[in-house]
Structures are given as structure tokens and as C-alpha cells.
């Protein structure tokens, strides 16, 4: 497992905030994510995913748990079961912002307006803009 030393936390949100964790998981793919957060489950251990830093406001104390940051990246064009629509497959931890540009460069039409968002696809956030999207043109799009 992607074991990596631990870095304080500050370094990783965009508020700058955070202490340093005991461990750090650094997972590229979702075989990875898999095994790091079936490991630390476990275990137990205090644990708390990481994306791109940007909706986290942490303590600065030292945090007694593993952080897993998601690492995974990747943009797949799948068949969509609607005539007329688009599906991308997204990983969890790719830049939100590169997938809008992906989708603009592809021609596809309705998430453009979702550029300039901080973060990753995975977090919450991902409802939030995937309803903004539907209300404006309906794409059909799923993030993983
Ligand atoms: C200036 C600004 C503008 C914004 N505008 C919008 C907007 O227009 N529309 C909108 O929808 N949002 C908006 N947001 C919210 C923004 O999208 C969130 O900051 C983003 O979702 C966080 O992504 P992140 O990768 O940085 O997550 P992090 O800050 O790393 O994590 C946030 C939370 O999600 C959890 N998490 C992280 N990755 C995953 C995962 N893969 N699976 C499950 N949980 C996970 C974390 O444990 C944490 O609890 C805005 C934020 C900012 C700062």
C-alpha cells in the first residue's frame, strides 16, 4: 500500500490549515483506494479521506489518524443509454476543473458554466454540480 510520509495537512488545503497526521495514503488507483481504506478500517484507526484540500477547514494539532488522499485520475467517454446524450466516467480524485476543459474539448455542451470550481469530482460537491448540470442542459455524466 502507497504508505508516504506524512506531511502537515496545511500543505494540502487551500485554506492552509491542518496538522500532520500519523499516516499518509497516498492512493493512485482505485485498487489502491480500495486496499488502503479496507486496511484502515481494520484497524480502527481515526481516518479521514482527502481530495484537493479545498472545503476543509482542519485543526493544526497533529491529527492521531490516517489520511487517505485520493490520488486516482482518468476521463472515459462510455455509451450513454439516451440518444443525444453524453456519459463521462470520472475518477474520484481528477481535477474537477480538466474534466470541464475535457468536456468543452469534446464538444460536449452543459457543464462549461461548472468551470473554476475548486476540488476534485469526488467529494459531495459532486451532487451539487451534477444537479446544477441537469437543470441547465441535461447532459448524463457519473463520476467514480
Ligand atoms: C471558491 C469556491 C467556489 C465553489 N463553488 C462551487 C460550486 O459552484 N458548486 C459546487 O457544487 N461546489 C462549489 N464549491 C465547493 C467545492 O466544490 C468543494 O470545495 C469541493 O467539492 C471540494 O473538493 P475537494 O476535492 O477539494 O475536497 P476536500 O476539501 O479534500 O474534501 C471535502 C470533503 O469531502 C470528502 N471527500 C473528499 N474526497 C472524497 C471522495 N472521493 N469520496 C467521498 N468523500 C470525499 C472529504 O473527506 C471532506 O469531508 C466551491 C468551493 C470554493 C472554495
Do not use: K, Y
Amino acid at each position: 500500500m502507497p504508505e508516504v510520509p506524512p506531511v502537515p495537512l496545511s500543505r494540502l488545503t487551500t485554506l492552509r490549515t491542518g496538522g500532520t497526521p500519523a499516516r499518509m495514503i497516498d492512493a493512485h488507483t482505485t485498487g489502491e483506494l480500495v486496499d488502503a481504506l479496507r486496511e484502515t478500517w481494520a484497524d480502527g484507526d481515526d481516518w479521514f479521506v482527502l481530495g484537493g484540500g479545498s472545503n476543509l477547514f482542519i485543526d493544526d494539532e497533529p491529527f492521531e489518524g490516517t489520511v487517505v488522499r485520493i490520488l486516482t485520475s482518468g476521463i472515459d467517454r462510455i455509451p450513454s443509454p439516451r440518444p443525444g446524450f453524453a456519459r463521462l466516467r470520472v475518477q474520484a480524485g481528477h481535477d474537477w476543473d480538466e474534466v470541464v476543459a475535457s468536456a468543452v474539448a469534446q464538444g460536449l455542451g452543459g457543464i462549461e458554466a461548472l468551470s473554476g470550481i475548486p476540488g476534485r469530482p469526488g467529494p459531495p460537491r459532486c451532487r451539487t454540480s451534477a444537479r446544477t448540470v441537469r437543470r441547465s442542459s441535461r447532459p448524463s455524466w457519473r463520476s467514480s
